[in-house]
């Protein structure tokens, strides 16, 4: 069973920054890209950030809404994956999720975030 645990969101204003983690099981972790997806109400959920696996290198990439504020990140001792997110703007209001990429079937609770004054 996949293991996605999501947390770290919450109600911050314009300008503000929140940092999103996702702890998983070892062995996604290790040999998988995985990414943060976002939902917003009445949207498709899309893929907002990704990194490939530890031994792929961890690069990662950014859909262009997100490019030069957020930043997906790994600890390799924790098995979780990271989403800091800066400069946030109303727009990025979403439920945002984890997975591998391409996603597992199951998905995780999700965590909302809120950019509002």
């Known amino acids: 069973q996949v293991q996605l645990v999501e947390s770290g969101g919450g109600l911050v204003q314009p300008g503000g920054s929140l940092r999103l983690s996702c702890a998983t099981s070892?062995?996604?972790?290790?040999?998988?890209?995985m990414g943060w997806y976002r939902q917003a109400p009445g949207k498709q959920r899309d893929l907002v950030a990704q990194?490939?696996?530890?031994?792929?290198?961890?690069?990662?990439t950014y859909a262009d809404s997100v490019k030069g504020r957020f930043t997906i990140s790994r600890d390799n001792a924790k098995d979780t994956i990271y989403l800091q997110m800066n400069n946030l703007k109303s727009e990025d209001t979403a439920v945002y999720y984890c997975n591998r990429n391409p996603p597992f079937p199951q998905w995780g609770q999700g965590t909302q975030v809120t950019v509002s004054s």
């Open positions: 070892r062995n996604t972790y290790w040999i998988n890209t």
């Open positions: 990194i490939t696996s530890v031994t792929s290198g961890s690069s990662t």
